[in-house]
C-alpha cells in the first residue's frame, strides 16, 4: 500500500466552495506514480508502456483547501496484461473518495497491449490487497 | 441529446504528447452545463441543487492538441433523486472516450437528498436515451 | 489582430466564485496559438522552436462562469530573435484582464536563442498593433 | 521567508515534456498561503480581503515531473493598500522561475482598496526582504 500527501491548491476549489470534482482523477493519477516506477523505473515519457483504459471515482465527502489530503493506493487485481488500481482519498478523519484505475501494459511502438512481465507481475502482488477498503488503516 | 464543441487546450496535453486524461472530466462536467441548467437555471453556486456521487471514464483512442473535440451527451436513468448522465468525446471521427456521471439532487442546508420534482423529471426525459451510443450521430 | 473565443470550465472557477487568476495564463496560452502556427505550421512539439521567457497579467475585474470571453491577441513588439504578444481578455463588455507574453525562437539541439527568420518576421509584422488596447474594436 | 515543497503532478506536464508554464501560477499562488494567512486567519472565501492586481513570472530554466520544487516566498515592498510578493521555484539546484504578484487589500462589500491595517503591516515587515534573490539561500 503506498500512501501520497496531497496539499490542495486553491486553483484546485471551484465556485462551490470546495476541490472541484475533476481535481480527484488528477490527485490519483499522482499517487499511482510508485506503480508507474514498477512498470517505468525512468518515469520518462519515452519509456512509457502503460495506457489508462478507464478511471471509477465516488465521492462520499466535500474536500476543501487547507488541510492536506492522503491518497493510499493499492493493487487490486492483476490480469493478463492489465492491472486494477484503487485508491482512496482522505481528510481530516474522513473518507472524500475511493477510485479504481484499470492500466493496460502496452506497447507504443506496435499499438498493442502486451502480457505484464513475470519481475514486474512479482513486484505489483507485494502491493495487492484483497479487501480494497483502508479506513482501519487511517 | 446536447453537443458541445470543446477546444482542447495546450495546457491540458501532457508529457506523454496527448491530451492528460484527467482532462475528460472537467470537459465532461463542462458538457454537463445543459443538464444543470435544468437543476439550477441560475447556474448560480448559491443555488446549487446537486452533488456529483460517481464518475465512470473509459478511454478509447488518444486526444490530440490542435483539433476540435464534440462532447455529446444525454440522460441515461433517472431515479428517485439520483440521474445518471452519458457522454461521449469523439475528436476526427474517433470515439476517444466515454463516460456516465451519477448526480444527486441535494439540499445543502440539510444535506440530504432530495427527490426530483416533476417538472425536472419531465425536462430530463425528453434528454434521454435509450441506447447509449451516438455513433450513428457523429 | 487574433480572436479567440474561449467557454469558461466550472473546473476554472475557485472558491472566491470567480474564474481562478491562474486561469488566465491557460486562455492566453491557448489564444497564441495563430502565433504558435506562424513559428510551428504543424503545432507538433517535436517542431517547437519558441520558449516563453515572461508572462505578465494584469486583472481588471472579475470573470465568471456562465458567459463566453474574448481573447484578442496581437503582436507589441518584435526584436532580434523575440517577440513580445499583447493580449486582452473581455467578458461581457468588461475588459477582465489584459497580459504580455515574451517568447523567444529557439533552437532546442543547439539549446540557444535563434534570429527569426525574415519569412516569419514579415508574416508577424503583418499582425503587429501600434497601441496596444483594443477597447475600441470590442 | 516562506519555503513550500511542490510535487509537480503529471497533469501539469504538457506535450513539450516539461511543466506547463501556466503551472506557476498555481504554484506561486499555492505558495502565498502564508500570505494569505496573514490577510485572512481563517482562509475562509467569505473573510477574503484580497484581490490580485497583476502577476508577472519569468521562466529560466525548464521544469520537470518527477522532482520536487522549492518555491521561496518573501514580501518585496509594502504600499498603503497593496503588496508585492517577490517568489523563486527552484528544482534540483537550478533557479527555474521567479515572479512578482501584486496584491491589494480589498473591502469586497464597498468593493473598494483599503489601507493595511497596522498589526497586518507589522506582521508582513517581519516578511519584508530587501534583495531579491534566493540563491545563497538555496
Redesign the interface.
Known amino acids: 500500500m503506498f500512501k501520497e500527501i496531497?496539499?490542495p491548491?486553491?486553483?484546485e476549489?471551484?465556485?462551490?466552495?470546495?476541490i472541484?470534482?475533476?481535481?480527484l482523477?488528477?490527485?490519483f493519477?499522482?499517487s499511482r506514480?510508485p506503480i508507474f516506477k514498477i512498470f517505468v523505473p525512468s518515469?520518462q515519457?519515452n519509456d512509457?508502456n502503460l495506457?489508462?483504459?478507464?478511471?471509477?471515482?465516488?465521492?462520499t465527502a466535500e474536500l476543501f483547501?487547507?488541510e492536506q489530503v492522503t491518497v493510499m493506493t493499492a493493487v487490486k487485481s492483476i490480469g493478463n496484461s492489465s492491472i486494477q488500481v484503487y485508491q482512496e482519498a482522505w481528510q481530516g478523519g474522513r473518507k472524500a473518495a475511493k477510485g479504481i484505475a484499470t492500466m493496460v501494459h502496452f506497447d507504443h511502438q506496435k499499438k498493442t497491449s502486451v502480457s505484464i512481465p513475470n519481475d514486474i507481475r512479482q513486484t505489483l502482488h507485494t502491493h495487492h490487497v484483497e479487501n480494497c477498503d483502508f479506513t482501519n488503516q487511517m
Open positions: 496531497i496539499q491548491r486553491f486553483a476549489t471551484d465556485a462551490l466552495g470546495h472541484n470534482n475533476a481535481t482523477p488528477v490527485w493519477e499522482q506514480r518515469l515519457p512509457w495506457i489508462l483504459a478507464k478511471v471509477e471515482v465516488e465521492y483547501y487547507g
